[in-house]
């Protein structure tokens, strides 16, 4: 399993290594405006930007139909997908966990962390889960261009929802809906605590992964290379 | 050690316009088999379902003793695979995939790798992208031959190749095939390569396996029987096994030469079959024929 | 008897020399090929021949005049099929012969139909998603259609299964039996170019090793495959190469008579097959 | 590259074949080691090439010097010793000399049955033994 991540390092690195500077310089943008973001925003920016990384290997080896090449290594389809579940969480979470450091460096983004440092890493942790949980799945089943499509098919549908809502007068119900969302967020924060609500969190995370993990074998499994 | 290095059984895949049914095939170990058939026949996908990187309907295959499926990673590691269109990342060089395959084989030899390179002549620095289609197939070979597989499986690897490397090719696999544990499998369209070189010949065509036959059968045992459209009277029925006719003539391919030539007497001419002429004489259908 | 194509001491280089004094003609009716191994010049040499680049030295005369210099209207009498794709391939079939059609003044509808059905070639069809046996013919019909008087074609049989392959030899010769169109084509499949080609050129890192009638490869020359005192024929001026084999030597002759000495009770001696003139021809292995 | 055929104590085995010859290449391989032999070249006990290893140096198929050797060890001029390799055989000459009438025998005998089947009369036969004997 770790020699099909250290294959994908090794051959992606050129990516790896754009990508990662990306990452890394990124972040910066949210200290231009005068007043500082919340660091939830800041650290979710930068788990996006880290989750790039391992999808951008795998969208790499789908554009050049190299899946087949990996494929005939001798591991199974289930070893390939479960490493880039792993490969995922190793390359993002590192990357992560090495941008919100170097940031420390920074005055400006060290400020930021004053107000709640365990909130911002919790949000880091669920935004590496998610992507990681919906991207894959997604990739390994259409490709890069699959990707592409969807991430912009997604942005267009929430347009057009909120245009919808807009037009059928129905945007304060929607706002209605979300505030009681976060409200029952808030109220089951306070009555778990902090530290209940993080392993809730964790928990739903985790789940929501094996499931992405399932769902990707399934797909992976039947795929005519 | 099996005596069978890959066994196909009742193999079943439908694609849309090709279909695959019940196909069995048996390739000894120790020897050279040669897959030939025109273009669309199947045996591009026959590669492909014994590396399990298309699902099938049906059928079981056996490589090694060893079900594809259930030990399918213990049997990839015993092979060493070339696809016709060998794909890597375009942004990398033969030494970043040295490194990074290397440990996902027991036998790989980084310096056979390196010695294989350069005989073939492949940089290992210039990136994938910037190497011609023969140096990028040569690279795929090299990394193929590299880590001693038990079983070489190689589909079209010598397509736009010229002799030279075809011939050195061809000493490469003499060489490993002094180990009697060793077998070959290789799809060609050029089959002049492997007139005198394979052991056995397969032909598949349409999705079915028309025969599996040692070369030298082929070759001292069949004939092309070339004359005049009533030579075919002369000939016994059930040994013809395909006609071609053209403008100055008919051409049949016969699986007994001698008896033919008992039967035509002796003025009437019998070639020994080239392997194209095999593979032409059996396709059904005989579209244009050059006039030559 | 016109000759389509003349090469006289043809010189090129970029970095490293691609074609060293090279010279063959091709008469009008005959089908000319070329083998070498890859890297020996062949593309090259086809390219001077389009005109798409110029000789640093020699000439070059297609139908008479320099391709480099009106390389306009030369080329509009000759139909070429390389090894790239096709431009335009998103195209249709069909539509792609419209557009090249206005390309050509003596391009001829009817006759680009008519190809299109011999060929079987589906009109609908994208020209990108056509098989590459399929493409190679679409190249032969545009050609045909524009009545090319020359046929220049970069292996075009590479990657084509014998079936296909035979078909489309046999497609050249029936080009040629006019009488009025040459076709030249390189290759890496000697026995396609034993099937049909009446010429023949041998290149190795571009110099010509043999140009002529392929007929007297196979029907003049000899081979002596042999013991070690073979290497004795090396200086012989009969010796076209020679080459170690496991034995001993393998030795090339351009002449029959001239090998029968050489061949003792225990060594062989037979007509080449072209393989063995491609792996012999220019080899010195006897030092 | 090509790595040499013989290890140190094999005897130089020289098989040239011919490709565009009639004769079946394993009869070719056969008759050639036959020769050297009979003619002592190859002297008792000598070890010859394996099988492998003479495929490999013809570059042509295993299954087709096999076939030669098979055909060598029914004549009794070569066996084969389990896991040690193949051998020239005991001969001794006037074994060696019956073998080879039988064999010239046994040609004979199919050439006058070919010749009845295609309606050659004895005359022409013996005319056409009389031309092939003059060209050897």
């Known amino acids: 399993m770790w020699n099909l991540i250290r294959k994908d390092l090794i051959l992606g690195h050129r990516t790896l290594i754009v990508n990662g500077s990306m990452a890394l310089v990124a972040p910066f943008i949210l200290l231009l405006p005068d007043e500082p973001p919340p660091v939830i925003l800041y650290v979710l920016y930068v788990g996006l930007m880290c989750t790039m990384l391992p999808v951008g290997l795998i969208a790499k080896e789908e554009k050049f139909s190299a899946t087949a090449f990996t494929c005939s290594l001798p591991m199974t389809r289930r070893d390939i997908v479960t490493s880039r579940y792993l490969g995922g969480w190793f390359i993002a979470g590192g990357s992560m966990a090495v941008v919100l450091a170097l940031g420390l460096t920074v005055g400006a983004v060290r400020d930021l962390w004053s107000d709640g440092a365990s909130g911002g890493l919790l949000a880091g942790f669920v935004i590496l889960g998610l992507t990681i949980a919906i991207v894959i799945p997604f990739t390994i089943r259409f490709g890069m261009n699959g990707l592409l499509f969807g991430l912009v098919g997604l942005q267009v549908l929430g347009m057009v929802m909120f245009l919808l809502a807009l037009a059928t007068g129905g945007l304060d119900a929607v706002e209605r809906a979300v505030k009681t969302a976060v409200d029952a967020v808030g109220s089951y924060h306070e009555g778990v605590g902090p530290i209940g609500f993080a392993a809730t969190v964790i928990l739903g995370v985790a789940v929501l992964n094996w499931l992405s993990w399932k769902a990707s074998l399934r797909i992976f499994r039947t795929r005519d290379l | 050690m099996e005596d069978n290095v890959l066994e196909i059984r009742g193999v079943r895949k439908r694609y849309p316009g090709f279909a695959m049914r019940d196909v069995d095939l048996v390739v000894p170990t120790g020897h050279v088999t040669g897959l030939i058939g025109p273009n669309g026949a199947g045996k591009t996908t026959l590669v492909k379902l014994v590396m399990n990187l298309i699902t099938r309907e049906a059928g079981e295959i056996d490589v090694f003793g060893l079900d594809n499926l259930l030990h399918e990673a213990a049997v990839k590691a015993r092979i060493g695979f070339v696809y016709d269109e060998p794909s890597f990342p375009h942004d990398v060089n033969a030494r970043d995939l040295g490194r990074a395959i290397g440990p996902f084989y027991k036998g790989w030899s980084s310096e056979r790798y390196r010695r294989l390179l350069g005989e073939f002549g492949v940089p290992e620095r210039k990136r994938f992208k910037a190497l011609s289609k023969g140096m990028q197939m040569k690279l795929a070979l090299a990394i193929a031959l590299a880590h001693d597989a038990d079983l070489l499986l190689m589909d079209e690897p010598t397509a736009g190749l010229d002799l030279e490397f075809r011939r050195d090719l061809l000493e490469h696999l003499a060489a490993i095939l002094e180990d009697e544990r060793k077998s070959v499998l290789f799809s060609t369209h050029v089959t002049s390569d492997l007139e005198r070189f394979a052991d056995f010949i397969t032909l598949i065509r349409d999705g079915e396996i028309v025969f599996s036959l040692p070369t030298s059968d082929l070759r001292d045992a069949w004939g092309v029987v070339r004359g005049a459209a009533d030579v075919l009277d002369h000939l016994d029925a059930p040994d013809v096994r395909g006609v071609r006719t053209g403008p100055n003539g008919v051409e049949a391919l016969v699986a007994n030469a001698s008896l033919a030539r008992r039967r035509c007497g002796p003025e009437v001419v019998i070639d020994r079959p080239s392997l194209d002429d095999v593979l032409v004489l059996m396709t059904r259908g005989d579209s244009y024929v050059e006039s030559h | ?287 | 590259m090509t790595g040499d055929l013989d290890t140190p104590e094999m005897p130089r085995m020289r098989v040239i074949l011919s490709n565009s010859s009639q004769e079946p290449i394993y009869e070719q391989i056969a008759r050639q080691i036959r020769a050297q032999i009979i003619s002592g070249e190859l002297e008792e006990g000598a070890l010859l090439s394996s099988i492998r290893s003479l495929a490999r140096g013809l570059q042509v198929s295993v299954i087709t010097t096999k076939r030669a050797y098979e055909e060598l060890e029914r004549e009794g001029l070569i066996d084969t010793v389990g896991g040690k390799g193949t051998f020239v055989a005991a001969q001794n000459p006037q074994f060696l000399r019956e073998k080879r009438m039988s064999l010239v025998e046994e040609k004979l005998a199919a050439a006058v049955a070919e010749a009845r089947l295609v309606g050659l009369s004895l005359d022409d036969l013996s005319e056409m033994l009389r031309l092939l004997a003059e060209e050897e």
């Open chain 3, 1 to 287: 008897m016109d000759e389509l194509l003349v090469v006289e001491r043809i010189q090129k280089a970029w970095d490293v020399v691609a074609l060293d004094d090279v010279s063959f003609r091709l008469p009008r009716g005959h089908i000319m090929g070329i083998a070498g191994p890859n890297g020996s010049g062949k593309t090259t040499l086809i390219r001077l021949i389009l005109g798409h680049i110029r000789p640093d030295g020699g000439a070059i005369r297609v139908f008479g005049e320099d391709p480099g210099v009106c390389g306009r209207d030369i080329r509009s009498r000759i139909g070429f099929v390389l090894d790239r794709p096709i431009s335009y391939e998103h195209l249709s079939v069909a539509r792609l012969g419209r557009l090249v059609a206005d390309f050509y003044s003596d391009w001829d509808e009817s006759e680009f139909q008519r190809l299109l059905d011999e060929f079987e070639l589906p009109r609908q069809r994208r020209a990108s998603a056509l098989s590459r046996g399929m493409r190679v013919k679409l190249g032969l019909a545009l050609a045909l259609a524009h009545n090319a008087e020359l046929l220049v074609l970069d292996e075009p049989t590479t990657g084509l299964d014998p079936v296909f392959r035979r078909e489309l030899l046999g497609r050249l010769s029936a080009i040629i039996s006019g009488g009025r169109t040459s076709v030249l084509f390189s290759t890496q499949i000697l026995t396609d170019l034993e099937r049909v080609a009446d010429f023949a050129v041998f290149l190795r890192n571009g110099r010509v090793f043999f140009s002529g009638p392929k007929d007297d490869l196979l029907d003049r020359w000899a081979i002596v495959r042999g013991g070690p005192e073979l290497a004795a024929a090396a200086g012989a001026d009969a010796v076209r190469g020679i080459r170690k084999s496991r034995m001993g030597f393998d030795v090339l002759f351009d002449d029959m008579d001239a090998a029968r000495p050489y061949c003792d009770g225990s060594s062989v001696l037979e007509r080449p097959t072209l393989d063995d003139v491609f792996l012999l021809l220019g080899s010195k292995e006897s030092q």
